[in-house]
């Protein structure tokens, strides 16, 4: 049986908090919290399944996003239509990234603000991040575009930062001379 997850909003504080490297092994109780997690985006992104269960679309989730403040991040990412790529990384580090900028034409949300924020986030065009997978094996993963922009607001979960933060208030809008919409 299907459960969604509890989401935090974006008002608990814990969404403000720094979360603490993860040591392995992992527990039975992270593994099972990172195949519900797997399994609530993937059906979110689902319309047939998001419609039942009611979920609100999303790509990626950070564990303090369900009150664990551990540094686990979640992206189910759809690279063709209907076929998902998982990934997880514990402990993830983006060692290096794009001079180039890009942010989302249409904005980013987040499946723990329950409302729409306008404006443009900047965000490196490419990331290498490293890390380990649930089984402690060391990790290399090279993003651009949409992706790269995924995995930096989950990371970003992760040092308390919600994407809004990152919203320039005096200018919330770029033109495609300042920075590449996609
Ligand atoms: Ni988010």
């Known amino acids: 049986m299907f459960k969604p997850l509890n989401i935090l909003d974006e008002k ?14 992992l527990s039975k109780k992270d593994k099972d919290t990172i195949d519900q997690i797997i399994k609530h985006l993937t059906y979110s992104q689902i319309e047939k399944y998001a419609e039942k269960y009611n979920l609100r679309p999303g790509m990626g989730l950070a564990f303090p996003q369900l009150g664990m403040l551990k540094r686990i ?13 998982n990934y997880v990384i514990v402990n993830p580090k983006i060692i290096s990234h794009s001079e180039e900028k890009v942010a989302l034409e249409t904005g980013e949300g987040c499946l723990s603000v329950n409302r729409e924020v306008e404006g443009h986030v900047p965000r490196y065009a490419r990331v290498t991040i ?4 649930p089984d402690g094996e060391k990790i290399t993963i090279r993003a651009r575009e949409d992706l790269s922009v995924a995995f930096q607001h989950e990371v970003d979960h992760l040092d308390g930062i ?15 001379n300042e920075i590449r919409l996609i």
Do not use: A, H, M, W
């Not at 919600?162 to 495609?176: G, S, V």
């Open 12 to 25: 608990n504080k814990t969404l403000r908090k720094k979360s603490k490297d993860v040591e392995f092994p």
């Open 73 to 85: 991040i979640v992206i189910v990412y759809e690279y063709e239509d209907g076929k998902f790529k």
């Open 130 to 133: 490293t890390g380990y997978d």
């Open 162 to 176: 919600l994407f809004f933060d990152r919203i320039d208030k005096k200018k919330p809008f770029y033109n495609e």
